[in-house]
């Protein structure tokens, strides 16, 4: 639990580090008692103060969901995060890097949904039917804790190490894929770093869907059609510099290109 007045001042450092690109202590160092719920408050505060600036929710990232995440990392629970539309970035051009810290890229599957997804227990037909397309993505986190050392619950507050993310390739409606077995290669500088399966996220994307919608139930929310969702790095995360370029290849859904600046 955090101590009365804990939440608006962690927001406000969050806030800070997050637009003036620096680094702060992990949370729990001054908090000990912050618990994972508490992170999330956290998130909520800072969305409220991103509304009222004008930026805007577009969907939501789930992290950690691979063995590969969790051991760089050394966590082992899922975590979920905001996605703001302002962070997007168009597949074949430029990612700016100007404004992070320390970024670094990661291959993700993404969901984008075609109806509102509610309720504490929908089955995998449930979200599929519910789910316009299946889309090849890559998400540039940047973590405000020094040299990405983090818990669970400063990582949760510090929006999940959201930075930039790009959709592309070639989306396809998810009954066309075989969604627990696409092939994904990550290359930097046409250097193939990593290669995985779309399994790797709790052994099925959808999983991570089920998990999504019934944590945002817990929470009194749902998930409001046409919002992205990327479902977690399907391999560990490598960091980025100006001049890069990346590719992440996905087995029947295309590729995404873009380069560093
Ligand atoms: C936390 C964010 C993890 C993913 O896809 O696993 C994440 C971090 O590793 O900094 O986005
Ligand atoms: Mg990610």
């Known amino acids: 639990m955090l101590e009365p007045g804990a939440l608006a001042l962690i927001a406000d450092m969050v806030d800070h580090a997050q637009t003036h690109a620096h680094t702060m202590p992990k949370i729990t160092d001054a908090h000990p008692g912050m618990t994972i719920d508490d992170g999330y408050d956290v998130q909520d505060e800072l969305l409220r103060r991103w509304e009222l600036r004008g930026r805007r929710l577009y969907g939501y990232k789930a992290g950690l969901t691979s063995r590969a995440k969790m051991a760089q990392m050394g966590v082992d629970v899922p975590s979920f995060g905001l996605l703001m539309r302002d962070t997007c970035d168009p597949d074949g051009g430029v990612v700016s890097t100007a404004g992070l810290i320390h970024p670094r890229v990661e291959a993700e599957i993404a969901f984008v949904t075609a109806a509102d997804l509610a309720g504490p227990d929908l089955s995998p037909d449930d979200i599929l039917a519910a789910t316009a397309a299946i889309a090849p993505a890559i998400e540039i986190i940047d973590s405000r804790f020094e040299r990405f050392k983090f818990d669970l619950p400063s990582v949760v507050a510090d929006n999940g190490s959201s930075a930039r993310l790009v959709i592309g390739g070639r989306a396809r409606r998810p009954a066309t894929v075989d969604l627990g077995a696409l092939g994904v290669v990550l290359e930097i500088n046409g250097e193939p770093l990593s290669f995985a399966s779309s399994g790797a996220v709790l052994g099925h994307p959808v999983t991570v869907m089920q998990m999504l919608v019934g944590w945002l139930h817990g929470r009194g ?19 980025i510099k100006p001049g890069d370029a990346i590719c992440a290849r996905f087995q029947d859904l295309g590729s995404i290109n873009v380069r560093v600046q």
């Open 221 to 239: 929310r749902i998930l409001p059609a046409g919002s992205v969702v990327l479902t977690g790095a399907v391999t560990e995360a490598f960091p």
